[in-house]
T-cell receptor, first 110, second 114 residues
Framework: QKEVEQNSGPLSVPEGAIASLNCTYS??????FFWYRQYSGKSPELIMS????GDKEDGRFTAQLNKASQYVSLLIRDSQPSDSATYLC??????????FGSGTKLNVKP | ETGVTQTPRHLVMGMTNKKSLKCEQH?????MYWYKQSAKKPLELMFV???????ENNSVPSRFSPECPNSSHLFLHLHTLQPEDSALYLC?????????????FGPGTRLLVL
C-alpha cells in the first residue's frame, strides 16, 4: 500500500471552473499536509499547507482535511490555463519524513 | 541569492565518471533533503540531514554518497552510476525537526547517465 495515493489524471476542466484534486494517506498519525504544484521540467513549489481538520482558504485555493477519513483535497476556484500543472500531495509522518503522491496532472482548457 | 540553489542544473556523465551535485540553502533552515524524481514516479526520498547529521537513508545504493558539512550545504557525490539513475535530483530544506515544517525545493539537477 502506498503511503500517499493520488489519481494520476489527467483532470481536464474548462477555464473558470472549479478543479478538485484528491489525496488519501495511510498513516493515521500524520499531522502535516501539503500541496505542491510542479510545472513540467520545474521543481515543486508549495501552494498550501494544512494541519487541522476543516478548510483552509488562500486566494483561489482551498485545502480540505479530514483526518478521520485520511483524506485531503485541494480546490482551485476560477481555474486558469496557468494552473495547468501536476499537483503533488505530501504528508509529513515520522520525524522529518515526507511522503509524496505521484501527482495529479491538471489541464485547464481555455 | 535566496531560497535553495542547486548546481549544476544539468549534468551528463558516463558510468565510470565521478561527479558531485551541490545544494545550498539561504533560508536559515536546519534540515536538508535529497530526492530523486524519475518520469511518472513519485518523488523518492533519498537522504535526510538534520543539524548536519544524517537521519534517513532510504536504502539508497552506495554509488550515491551524501555529504553535509554544515546546515547550509549539502552534496551528493556520484560514482559508477547506471543509466537507470538518470533522473531529476531535487534538494529541499525545512526549518528542522518537529512542528509543522514546510519543505522548500531547489530547481533540481537533471542528470543523464550514458
Amino acid at each position: 500500500q502506498k503511503e500517499v495515493e493520488q489519481n494520476s489524471g489527467p483532470l481536464s476542466v474548462p477555464e473558470g471552473a472549479i478543479a478538485s484534486l484528491n489525496c488519501t494517506y495511510s498513516d493515521r498519525v500524520s499531522q502535516s499536509f501539503f500541496w505542491y504544484r510542479q510545472y513540467s521540467g520545474k521543481s515543486p513549489e508549495l501552494i498550501m499547507s494544512i494541519y487541522s481538520n476543516g478548510d483552509k482558504e488562500d486566494g483561489r485555493f482551498t485545502a480540505q482535511l479530514n483526518k478521520a477519513s485520511q483524506y485531503v483535497s485541494l480546490l482551485i476556484r476560477d481555474s486558469q490555463p496557468s494552473d495547468s500543472a501536476t499537483y503533488l500531495c505530501a504528508v509529513k509522518s515520522n520525524f522529518n519524513k515526507f511522503y509524496f503522491g505521484s501527482g495529479t496532472k491538471l489541464n485547464v482548457k481555455p | 541569492e535566496t531560497g535553495v540553489t542547486q548546481t549544476p542544473r544539468h549534468l551528463v556523465m558516463g558510468m565510470t565518471n565521478k561527479k558531485s551535485l551541490k545544494c545550498e540553502q539561504h533560508l536559515g533552515h536546519n534540515a536538508m533533503y535529497w530526492y530523486k524524481q524519475s518520469a511518472k514516479k513519485p518523488l523518492e526520498l533519498m537522504f535526510v540531514y538534520n543539524f548536519k547529521e544524517q537521519t534517513e537513508n532510504n536504502s539508497v545504493p552506495s554509488r550515491f554518497s551524501p555529504e553535509c558539512p554544515n546546515s547550509s550545504h549539502l552534496f551528493l557525490h556520484l560514482h559508477t552510476l547506471q543509466p537507470e539513475d538518470s533522473a531529476l535530483y531535487l534538494c529541499a530544506s525545512s526549518q528542522g525537526a518537529g512542528g509543522q515544517e514546510t519543505q522548500y525545493f531547489g530547481p533540481g539537477t537533471r542528470l543523464l547517465v550514458l
